[in-house]
Nanobody, 123 residues
């Protein structure tokens, strides 16, 4: 599985942004997909995951309400929508995939990673 994230950039606080991650390789619907983010000097932080079918989603508690994860099987793409962006959302956002149905919330739980896309939120 190869993953390529896109959609990052420089945005202003209060804006919304949609990140996309295209998957190529094996059967898209077989994989749980997730988004993480990382600030320099800090550990990679779990943001959200979505099941292979797209029915089940999980978003880190304090991010609920502003972050939405979805997937489009026809486009082999997973999305992360971020609303009301805050400067503290500035990070490199990574997409990840794993063949297990319920991978947990750490870096080591996912087998495949995209290259990351930088989101910078100005105040």
């Amino acid at each position: 599985v190869q993953l390529q994230a896109s959609g990052g950039g420089l945005v202003q606080a209060g804006d919304s942004l949609t990140l996309a991650c295209i998957s190529t390789g094996r059967t898209f619907s077989s994989y749980t997909l997730a988004w993480f983010r990382q600030v320099p000097g800090k550990e990679r932080e779990f943001v959200a995951r979505i099941s292979g079918s797209g029915v089940s989603t999980y978003i880190t508690g304090y991010m609920e309400g502003r972050f939405t994860i979805s997937r489009d099987s026809a486009k082999n793409t997973v999305y992360l929508q971020i609303h009301v962006l805050k400067p503290e959302d500035t990070a490199v956002y990574y997409c990840a995939a794993d063949s297990r149905p319920n991978p947990q919330f750490t870096y080591s739980d996912y087998s495949y990673w995209g290259q990351g896309t930088l989101v910078t939120v100005s105040s």
